[in-house]
């Protein structure tokens, strides 16, 4: 059974920088494709960044381009979410999920086509 593990958030000031990590096991991380999804108090839980299997293509929303950056490591069977310039918006519980997707298939942003999910990771951002 995949199991994903998310580490890094926490407490930072506006402007400031944070790293999340999502350890992957259970299974063949080079078959899945990654993503971070954050969930705000009383909104959707929305997609925020997507890598391919390989890390060849990602995916980002609108509202973090050119700030985040999502990158995987298949070695290590993790994948990262740099955040920087953080802003009080960026607030929100942050998951990782895993799609088992075929490769042809084009990235997915859809919570509903993610097999699995980490217990997420709390990041506040104070202004």
């Known amino acids: 059974q995949v199991q994903l593990v998310e580490s890094g958030g926490g407490l930072v000031q506006a402007g400031g920088s944070l790293r999340l990590s999502c350890a992957f096991s259970g299974g063949t991380f080079n078959d899945y494709s990654m993503a971070w999804f954050r969930q705000a108090p009383g909104k959707e839980r929305d997609v925020v960044a997507v890598i391919k299997k390989s890390g060849s293509r990602t995916y980002y929303t609108d509202s973090v381009k050119g700030r985040f950056t999502i990158s995987r490591d298949n070695a290590k069977n993790t994948v990262y979410l740099e955040m920087n310039s953080l802003k009080p918006d960026d607030t929100a519980v942050y998951y990782c999920?895993?799609?088992?997707?075929?490769?042809?298939?084009?990235?997915?942003?859809?919570?509903?086509?993610?097999?699995?999910w980490g217990q997420g990771t709390q990041v506040t951002v104070s202004s």
């Open positions: 999920a895993a799609d088992h997707a075929p490769t042809w298939v084009p990235l997915r942003t859809s919570r509903d086509a993610y097999d699995y």
